[in-house]
């Protein structure tokens, strides 16, 4: 396929780790921040074909896995309804919540359907007038154009029937609490390239500034992960910390302008809980108030609901980059994708998981690879 | 979860409600996409898509310019390498 076949070429790639091993003369610990490229890194080994001491830790870009628990314990409540049809992306179904997933639910009858575009949930409510339409609109700065489309053509077309269960996250303020941590270990970050071609870069000019990191605005194929990394290497070995777009062919520094204009009239920002995290303050988006009779929370009364997180795993400190998932004791053990025990284990894109379908808790050496040429 | 794929546009119209809807092609499956936040597309143009949206025109002339300044990097670091060409000889028995 155009535009991506030719960012999965080897005999590129081994040129630009040709040039990363030529550039790097120290250690330096690098966050990649979307679970996407974790999910490639891990997929194609990319970190075990860098030098020793370069080192890519995994961030808290995964919107399936920082989903709190208490949403989804409020989504169960939701979907259990009779008059609900409950909607959703198809990998929050097997987030465990306090008392199982939606998967589980659905087995016992609740009426929960996978779709592919939150606009396809009006289709569902048109063709459903006596029921109640619910989409579980989770997700970061990509898929909020999505979302937000489908509440302002809720309300213009008035489909009474549709809300959304809204649990949007937002990667500069975590970026920001990562780098605050007196135990961050990161030096320069993978930015999320998707999350900026909605977004843009700009807002990411001052986190660099004032924290002193590269932030390399990165594709998601092997090339672009790997130009991202050459990029961040050869700005911090001159001493450098720009944002620096990485993957031009999608994303320009001001962004998406039209869906930054239907976010901004449809969500407003909020403080958020991060499942294995905590609340981070301006972290995420919430419904405006002129959207409330499409907002699932207050429709069916669920904000109250307030579960604490059991504190059984590290997921929090693999998020924040801190832990790799093979430091974990559970990891691989009680700990796995049938039965995760948090956050980074429940979704494809989680770095347990993606650690976990690649084999790495069969061989858990990694640093001990000796470096390619 | 923030999965978005290149697609070719390959057909454009507005739907019932006025929305700015097409079809998009992925190396030949195709999927109805909304186009309402890429009003530059056209015919023939690649977007990147992301849950059923296209979020970005994809800019040849930038991917161009990327695998240029790679080419670049191949005549900077590639090594001369000399390969021994071996004659090839007949060991066949004399005719």
């Not at chain 1, 999350?195 to 001052?206: A, D, F, K, S």
């Not at chain 1, 050459?230 to 302008?257: F, K, S, W």
């Not at chain 1, 929090?316 to 025990?341: R, S, W, Y």
């Amino acid at each position: 396929m155009k535009y991506l076949d030719e960012y999965r070429n080897e005999e590129v790639a081994n040129r630009i780790l040709q040039e990363i091993r030529r550039e790097a003369t120290r250690p330096w610990v690098l966050m990649e921040v979307c679970g996407g490229q974790t999910h490639s890194i891990v997929k194609y080994g990319l970190d075990r074909l860098l030098p020793d001491g370069i080192e890519l830790v995994h961030g808290p870009g995964c919107p399936v896995c920082v989903t709190s628990l208490e949403m989804i314990d409020k989504a169960h409540a939701v979907a259990r309804r009779p008059e609900v049809i409950f909607c959703s992306f198809g990998d929050m179904l097997r987030v465990p919540g306090s008392k199982g997933d939606l998967l589980l639910l659905k087995s016992q009858g609740a009426d929960i359907r996978i779709v592919y575009s939150p606009i396809d949930c009006l289709k569902i409510a048109r063709q459903n007038p006596d029921r109640k339409v619910v989409f579980f609109a989770i997700g970061f700065e990509t898929t909020a154009p999505a979302n937000a489309m489908a509440v302002w053509q809720a309300k213009r077309q008035q489909v009474h029937n549709f809300s959304v269960l809204v649990s949007h996250v937002l990667v500069p303020p975590s970026i920001a609490s990562i780098l605050q941590s007196p135990l961050n270990r990161v030096q320069g970050f993978l930015g999320p390239g998707h999350v900026c071609t909605v977004m843009g870069y700009r807002e990411y000019e001052p986190i660099a500034a004032r924290f002193k990191v590269p932030i390399v605005i990165t594709g998601f194929e092997p090339i672009d992960l790997l130009q991202g990394v050459l990029c961040a290497i050869r700005q911090l070995e001159q001493g450098r910390a720009d944002v620096e777009n990485a993957y031009p062919r999608v994303v320009r520094r001001e962004g998406n302008r039209a869906a930054q204009e239907l976010i901004g009239k449809v969500f407003e920002v909020c403080d958020r809980k991060w499942r294995g995290v905590g609340s981070i303050p301006k972290s995420g988006y919430k419904l405006r108030w002129e959207f409330r009779d499409h907002d699932a929370e207050r429709i069916f009364d669920v904000k109250e609901i307030d579960t604490k997180e059991p504190s059984i795993c590290i997921s929090g400190m693999v998020l924040k980059g801190i832990k790799k998932p093979t430091d974990c004791p559970a990891f691989g053990k009680q700990c796995n994708p049938e039965h995760p025990l948090g956050a980074t284990m429940v979704s494809a894109e989680g770095a347990c998981a993606a650690y976990h379908a690649y084999g790495r808790h069969l061989a858990l050496e990694p640093k001990e690879l000796a470096p390619l040429g | 979860m923030c999965l978005a794929i290149p697609g070719k546009v390959i057909e454009i119209q507005q739907d019932d409600a006025g929305v700015r809807m097409g079809k998009a092609s992925f190396g030949g499956i195709v999927k109805q996409v909304c186009l309402e936040y890429t009003p530059e597309v056209s015919c023939g143009d690649y977007i990147l898509v992301h849950v059923g949206f296209a979020l970005s025109k994809v800019d040849p002339e930038q991917a161009r310019r990327t695998y240029e300044a790679l080419d670049e990097l191949n005549q900077l670091t590639e090594l001369q390498v000399e390969t021994e060409l071996k004659p090839i000889q007949s060991s066949g028995p004399s005719p």
